[in-house]
């Protein structure tokens, strides 16, 4: 019976978990939207899902793209190479958070409005 218990802790901890960080990545998909205009795009979902599915962020050379409708915790991250993607690899969110704060903050060295896209993606 206690082990029982214990499993039954385990699994309520992982749904926890799960929907915790499905409303993280939701979250962070609407401030990329609203904090980077040019570069962050939506697609879609279908007839009955959600009205957005996903996020791509493109930086160049590198496409970024987080799932909305399932709780994951990896991005895709995708080599481009003349707006086609030569190589994908899944890459763990905490990951893609320190390429994007990178990226963004390399962009804020030379350009106003990458300061304030980052502000925006930071409140």
Do not use: N
Not at 23 to 36: H, I, N, Q
Not at 85 to 105: K, N, P, V, W
Request: without cysteine.
């Amino acid at each position: 019976m206690a082990a029982d218990d214990g499993w039954d802790r385990v699994a309520a901890h992982l749904r926890r978990r799960d929907e915790d960080l499905a409303t993280y990545v939701r979250t962070l998909g609407r401030k990329l939207l609203d904090a980077l205009p040019g570069q962050a795009s939506a697609q879609r979902g279908g007839l009955f899902g959600p009205p957005v599915a996903a996020v791509s962020v493109d930086f160049g050379d590198v496409r970024y793209r987080l799932d909305l409708t399932r709780p994951s915790d990896r991005v895709e991250r995708a080599q481009v190479v003349r707006g086609v993607a030569i190589r994908t690899q899944a890459i763990g969110i905490d990951a893609f958070l320190a390429e994007l704060a990178q990226r963004l903050s390399q962009a804020a060295a030379q350009d106003e409005a990458a300061v304030r896209a980052l502000e925006r993606l930071l409140l």
